[in-house]
């Protein structure tokens, strides 16, 4: 099984950008979808981004963005490395949270639906984004 481990939080001013990096040890990425969460205090977990397994043949799922994220961010991954990036612009005080990434084997990410927590078995401990002037 894979660990999971997110960095590259922190506070950034409105307008700003982060990049988020969730590393794997134990095991390769290549052959997991991936799914980014993130919690603002008070509120459920939601998934706003999914990509397929990298190993994924071209016309199996995609890649989903939530309408809030539409634009702005933008996921990557280098499979070699174990290691997605999730690049965040325009950085909005409303996307203040906790950022997670997910693994799952076989989640199927369509590119067109959102995801739930219970359809990720690996999980990394978040890493906190705050946007405030």
């Known amino acids: 099984q894979v660990q999971l481990v997110e960095s590259g939080g922190g506070l950034v001013q409105p307008g700003g950008s982060l990049t988020l990096s969730c590393a794997a040890s134990?095991?390769?990425?290549?052959?997991?979808?991936i799914g980014w969460f993130r919690q603002a205090a008070g509120k459920e977990r939601e998934g706003f981004l999914c990509t397929k397994p990298g190993d994924a043949l071209p016309h199996y799922g995609g890649t989903y963005y939530a309408d809030s994220v539409k634009g702005r961010f933008t996921i990557s991954r280098d499979d070699a490395k174990s290691t997605v990036y999730l690049q965040m612009n325009s950085l909005e005080p409303g996307d203040t949270a906790i950022y997670y990434c997910?693994?799952?084997?076989?989640?199927?990410?369509?590119?067109?639906?959102?995801?739930?927590?219970?359809?990720?078995?690996?999980w990394g401990q978040g890493t906190q984004v705050t946007v405030s002037s």
């Open positions: 134990g095991g390769t990425l290549d052959s997991y979808a």
């Open positions: 997910a693994a799952d084997q076989t989640y199927y990410c369509s590119g067109d639906q959102s995801h739930k927590t219970y359809e990720f078995e690996y």
